[in-house]
């Protein structure tokens, strides 16, 4: 067994042996195989679940009525999927993308959820698809209020990654001239109805500091080769038959298997990075295959761990040896560490008249949004950082009381009233006891100690949230909106789906896990470009600096490799 100790290179070893390994094949692990294989590089792409091959997604152009449930969850899928049904998007025509949670437990200390996806292309296939740039505001927002470690990266660093990053997956929005939310390599833009230009209208007259702005989102509006255009069917959940939006499967993927030099294994759950002491590092992974429960190992110069932010950091924890007795490149005793996710929980809600002529058409896969306006340039409320709104204008059906027959049901057919809805996120802070650690007294069902989880809003968090519940009310009742609700309380982390820390960057190795590049600083062949990395959470989606990193990263390290410095 390699570990501390020199391996044979015998002809099992050298059959199992590729010039990189990528662990988990989500958003950015399918960015590091196309990277990777495009620059010339043998890969071994692993993912713990089932594979998907585009454009075979199941339910994707299947009726409500065909779905046995109309789309509702039975009792048997809640015991099943007692964390995922938690969460939103959990239904019965995506519930197969989903992992059972009665096979996978882990310990709550303080409740956490976990969404995750057990496919190969993971959550790629089921995120919101929002596309967000960073800017200095996020960046620098560490160093300039003292809480957390100082990015080693800004944003002159990360803007070119931006770009061929958007120019590839295909954004569509619109350039803004907002300082603290940078254009980017944009298509045409969807449309705002005409409810949500009148809401547009009166903020921005009210209130100097806000702009209402249509979503950026990776669904296409124009030609992307390979992919087709967006058909306004919302039903992204299911899998885009026609690659309309971006994921794994549809777009780097394909990239990657195009090179020839992409091999994919699914049911290949990772139990640790394998480190050689002689060599100080990383030489390749264990995996247990779920199907046969056999133990194998894969062997590799360049190790890039992208299995989410909580099972990244499994694997480094689990990955223990002489010089590692706490986890893999955990000198710091950072690794767990510092998780976060957006909060989020309420919805705001109003009535408006005088639009009863007016309609919509299509089911638009993204919303308008609210940039962020709180602390920009000064501290202005009772807590730091801030928070962005999404939302939309719709018609309610109408619900007769009584009836029977056709009448009935043209009756259904008629709009009811304009309705206008705000939802918010905001930003998590780091947290040194927001962590994650492993539980040797328990095991799972491969015989693994048990992922522990102990994470909470704190008080900053709290604030804000409430300063968000305020806001949303003031914004509708200030825009002419009658009978204004608040509904919702503050989420529990992990429900945003934006989990990330754990393994942080900064230039510091002693208070920190990655550099500059993504790279460990103590394991310099392994690096790390999904959520584990991020130093902060902004209060933007991340997904698009998660990409954009594994860019960067991917480029950085091949070129150390032709230096001989990996």
């Known amino acids: 067994m390699p570990g501390d100790s020199t391996y044979i290179n015998n002809k099992a070893t050298k059959q199992n042996t590729y010039d990189a390994i990528i662990v988990g094949s989500g958003i950015s692990g399918g960015w590091a195989a196309k990277e990777l294989c495009e620059k010339g590089l043998k890969v071994l792409l692993l993912d713990r679940g089932a ?3 585009h454009p075979l997604y199941p ?62 292309g993971g959550r790629s296939l089921l995120w919101s698809r929002a596309c967000y740039r960073w800017s200095d505001l996020d960046f620098e927002a560490n160093q300039k209020d003292g809480h957390g470690t100082d990015w080693p990266i800004r944003y002159k660093d990360i803007a070119p990654w931006y770009n061929y990053v958007e120019s590839f997956i295909g954004v569509s929005g619109t350039a803004d001239g907002i300082p603290h939310l940078p254009d980017g390599i944009f298509q045409p833009p969807f449309e705002m109805n005409v409810v949500e230009k009148n809401f547009k209208a009166s903020i921005e007259k009210s209130y100097a500091d806000r702009k209402v702005i249509i979503g950026r989102t990776a669904n296409l509006t124009s030609a992307v080769k390979g992919r087709g255009l967006c058909q306004a069917r919302d039903l992204c959940s299911r899998g885009c038959p026609f690659g309309a939006y971006f994921s794994t499967n549809a777009s780097t993927m394909p990239a990657a298997f195009a090179t020839g030099n992409l091999t994919v294994r699914p049911h290949s759950l990772v139990n640790k990075v394998l480190y050689n002491q002689q060599q100080q590092k990383a030489i390749g992974v264990e995996i247990i295959d779920t199907v046969t429960n056999q133990v194998q190992e894969f062997y590799a110069k360049l190790i890039f761990l992208n299995a989410s932010t909580v099972a990244t950091g499994f694997i480094l924890l689990n990955s223990t040896s002489s010089r590692f007795p706490n986890g893999l490149g955990n000198g710091s005793d950072q690794v767990g560490r510092n998780l976060m996710d957006h909060h ?95 539980n040797t007294d328990k095991k799972d069902n491969w015989g693994r100690p048990i992922i522990a989880i102990n994470c ?89 600096t998660y990409m954009a990193l594994t860019a960067r990263a991917c480029d950085y390290a091949v070129k150390e490799m032709k230096r001989m410095n990996l």
Request: with cysteine; glycine share 10%.
């Open 59 to 120: 339910t994707a152009t299947k009726d409500p009525w065909e779905f046995p449930h109309r789309l509702n969850l039975t009792m048997a899928d809640k015991q099943q999927h007692f964390v995922q049904s938690r969460h939103w998007s959990f239904r019965e025509d995506n519930k197969h993308f989903y992992i059972n949670d009665q096979e996978n437990p882990y310990e709550e200390r303080k409740r956490f959820d976990w969404i995750r996806g057990d496919v190969v």
């Open 344 to 438: 989020k929980g309420f919805t705001a809600s109003g009535t408006i008249e005088g639009f009863e002529d007016k309609y919509y058409a299509g089911r638009r896969p993204t919303n308008i949004y609210i940039p962020r306006f709180r602390n920009i340039e000064n501290k202005e409320a009772n807590f730091i950082r801030g928070y962005h709104f999404g939302g939309s204008a719709s018609r309610a059906r109408i619900q007769p009381e009584t009836g029977i027959g056709a009448g009935f049901k043209e009756a259904m057919t008629q709009p009811g009233s304009w309705q206008m809805g705000l939802y918010a996120f905001g930003e998590c802070l780091t947290y040194a006891d927001n962590r994650i650690t492993l």
């Open 456 to 544: 909470e809003f704190k008080d900053n968090e709290k604030a804000m949230h409430e300063d968000m519940k305020t806001t949303a009310r003031e914004m509708l009742e200030g825009a002419g909106y009658k009978n204004v609700s608040i509904k919702g309380s503050i989420s529990f982390p992990g429900n945003a789906n934006h989990e990330m820390g754990i393994a942080r960057m900064g230039k510091d190795p002693t208070t920190a896990v990655l550099n500059g590049y993504n790279q460990m600083h103590e394991v310099p062949n392994v690096f790390i470009t999904d959520g584990s990395c991020m130093a902060s959470g902004a209060c933007v989606n991340p997904s698009l």
């Open 51 to 53: 594979n998907v091959e």
